[in-house]
């Protein structure tokens, strides 16, 4: 954290060079482990990148990479806004969508097939980080909940579904890398030479399917690993 806060703060500058991992176990005079933890954490939070032949560099705001670990407390339970205030970069979202209808949605995730029927509203929402759009996220609830229409502000999925009254057991998601079609202009194709497609189901303690997320992320701004 004291790192990020340097980098936040301008002390290092983008294109500056960190510390190397045996220079923050000096400095801070922590194990190498330790140290090698905070690189790790500071890349994976989109503020530095590793170059070779020059050590880890420090990111500007508008040439960031972001990593998300699938399956992750942080990832499942985080509020998508909160966390990219923690990484320094400032989130904008926009609701495309809001609506409520009766019919199916599913997923196939890995060798798991999960399936909303009956009721379900449908939420897409916009997320930019500094202006550039990084996701194109649609959820949809098992339920016609009042708090959906601020759902796109906060992104807090467990918070929606916990005033719907569902207590989620486990969450099951999937991500998979696909061109960026030619006449999708929803990201920009200067930058972006691909997307990454995310599905992901929320399953309740009864073993229902109370949500389902198909959602894009902008392939130039997002890796992501697996726990």
Aim: glycine letters at 10%.
């Amino acid at each position: 954290d004291a790192i990020a806060r340097k980098i936040r703060s301008g002390k290092f500058a983008a294109g500056e060079t960190i510390p190397s991992e045996n220079g923050i176990a000096k400095l801070w005079n922590v194990s190498g482990a330790t140290s090698r933890k905070a690189h790790l954490e500071l890349e994976m939070r989109g503020l530095v990148k590793r170059v070779k032949g020059k050590g880890t560099v420090v990111l500007d705001g508008k040439n960031f990479m972001l990593t998300r670990v699938l399956g992750s407390p942080t990832a499942i339970r985080g509020n998508f806004a909160e966390n990219l205030k923690r990484d320094g970069i400032k989130p904008e979202n926009k609701t495309v969508e809001t609506r409520t209808f009766k019919g199916r949605v599913s997923v196939q995730i890995g060798g798991n097939f999960h399936e909303i029927v009956g009721t379900i509203t449908s939420i897409r929402t916009l997320r930019y980080g500094n202006g550039m759009l990084l996701k194109d996220e649609t959820v949809f609830l098992a339920a016609a909940p009042e708090e959906a229409s601020e759902f796109g502000a906060s992104g807090s999925l467990p918070a929606l579904l916990s005033s719907c009254g569902f207590d989620v057991e486990k969450v099951e998601r999937n991500i998979s890398a696909q061109p960026l079609p030619a006449t999708d202009n929803r990201f920009d194709k200067s930058t972006t030479a691909a997307v990454l497609f995310l599905e992901g189901a929320c399953i309740s303690k009864s073993n229902k399917v109370v949500a389902i997320e198909k959602s894009l992320y902008n392939g130039s701004l997002y890796k992501f690993t697996v726990s």
